[in-house]
Structures are given as structure tokens and as C-alpha cells.
């Protein structure tokens, strides 16, 4: 059958995914596109379902699909031209703990592509545990599209500043902030927290009163900053080579 109504209820569900209060709701997010479903898959996600438009013709994997007619499934989707497949995830549940080895410290990001961009380069860089605090959600659909699936393999534990540090522990903090020391002279120890801020306002007053250390980009001084995914992506990297 042939879904085909905006207004059907199964339709009115998936698409209260792109919000947040959907999300929460249903404890479950959007994967759009091809490539994005086929890694999911792959990262071993538990899918809910699938929703493929009327003439989508490529693999489903076996698990349970909606067929969605043009209209219906453009409604599901926040992409402006949809591949003609996407996945209900369920979004994983990581409770604030103490990390394994180096690790990320998000700190009230609100741009939710920066965010994404930043827990696809954490993965990359080996940062698989991520701290949020009063971030955009990562489980956005602009986000989940800006990670390119690196929410499949990040352990994404969100909560307050005050459980975060509590998780920490004896985990030294690295701030990011342009008062800091500069990053390509400064020895890390071997477990550590780096700590992003704001796009505007940058870190807030507990962490960097919380900071045992802090860092800097050395930057022409024709320049004032860098984007807040570009400097966590060079920071991570500058502080992994020791």
C-alpha cells in the first residue's frame, strides 16, 4: 500500500522527527539519503523502520518499510531533494560517565551544522566520547547531515556542565580560548577533555574556572577567529600528536 496523504498519521509521525519535541517524544531520529541509511545499517543501529518513496527500486535490508507517495514522503523529509529513502533511528542512550581516553567537551554550541561537523572530525581524530551542555541537538536532521554518520560511532552524552564535570573527575580540562597558550608549543598529558565554546560568546565561567589548562590558535592578527568546527578540528588534531 501506497501512503499518500500528508495528512496520514504515520506520515504526521515521521515528520515530527525534524523537530526536537518529536524526537524526544518518540526517542528517535531521521537518517536521510542512501549512503546515510546503508551506514546505519551498517554501524548496527537499531532502525524502527524505513520510508521509501513510491519509486524508490534499491535495497531495503530487510527491515520493516513504509511506501510513501512523492508528496507524502517530501513531507517526511528535510532535505530539499530526497533520495527516495531515509530510517527511523533510535537514538542511543549514553548516561554522562567517566570517558576512556581523550575526549570532547561541547560547550552551549547552538549551530546544530557545527555540531555535526565537529563529532564527524572527533571521530576521525579519535575522539569517540563526546560531551554536550546546552548544545544544539546532534540528532537534528542539519546536524546527523553535517556529521556524515559519525553520530553512528560517537558515544554523544549529553547533560549539565555540573554532570559533566562530575563525570571528568580527575580528568584535566583543555580550554579553547585565544587568552590560552599556543597550542603547537603545548605538551598535553595523556588523558585529557577538550573543551569548545560558543560560537558567540565562546566557554562559559564554570569551564573556565573548571580548565586546568588553556589553548590557542595563533592566527594573523588581520583575522579574529575561526569558525568553532574549524578550530575544534585543529585543535583535536594538534593535541593527538604527542
Known amino acids: 500500500m501506497v501512503i499518500l496523504s500528508k495528512q496520514n498519521s504515520l506520515v504526521k509521525e515521521l515528520a515530527s522527527l525534524k523537530e526536537k519535541k518529536g524526537r524526544r517524544a518518540r526517542g528517535t531520529f531521521l537518517v536521510e539519503g542512501v549512503k546515510m541509511v546503508r551506514e546505519a545499517v551498517g554501524a548496527g543501529l537499531c532502525i524502527r523502520r524505513l520510508a521509501v518513496r513510491e519509486d524508490y527500486a534499491g535495497e531495503t ?10 508528496d507524502a ?3 517526511v523529509c528535510d532535505e530539499k ?7 527511523e533511528v533510535v537514538i542511543p542512550a549514553h548516561a554522562v560517565q567517566p570517558p576512556k581516553g581523550r575526549c ?8 546544530p551544522s557545527n555540531v555535526g561537523a565537529i563529532v564527524r572530525t572527533a571521530v576521525a581524530a579519535g575522539y569517540g566520547e563526546l560531551y554536550l551542555a546546552g548544545c544544539a541537538d546532534p540528532f537534528s536532521p542539519k546536524s546527523v547531515r553535517a556529521s556524515m554518520s559519525g553520530v553512528f560511532f560517537a558515544r554523544i552524552m549529553q547533560g ?7 563525570a571528568l573527575g580527575g580528568v ?3 580550554a579553547a580560548d585565544m587568552a590560552g597558550e599556543d597550542v603547537f608549543s603545548f605538551a598535553p598529558p595523556a588523558k585529557f577533555c577538550l573543551a569548545i565554546g560558543s560560537e558567540g560568546s565562546g566557554l562559559s565561567e564554570e569551564t573556565r574556572t573548571r580548565a586546568a589548562f588553556t589553548v590557542r590558535i595563533p592566527m594573523d592578527g588581520r583575522c579574529e577567529s575561526l569558525n568553532a568546527a574549524v578550530s575544534a578540528g ?7 600528536r604527542a
Do not use: C, N
Not at 531533494?81 to 530510517?87: F, L
Not at 549539565?160 to 562530575?166: A, G, Q, Y
Not at 585543529?234 to 593527538?240: E, S, T
Open 172 to 174: 584535566p580540562l583543555i
Open 73 to 75: 514522503f517530501s513531507a
Open 61 to 70: 535490508y530487510a527491515l520493516p518499510a513504509v511506501v510513501l507517495g512523492a
Open 160 to 166: 549539565t556542565r555540573e554532570e559533566v564535570f562530575s
Open 104 to 111: 570532547l567537551f561541547l560547550d552551549g554550541l547552538q549551530d
Open 234 to 240: 585543529i585543535l583535536m588534531y594538534a593535541l593527538r
Open 81 to 87: 531533494s530526497p533520495q527516495g529513502i531515509a530510517a
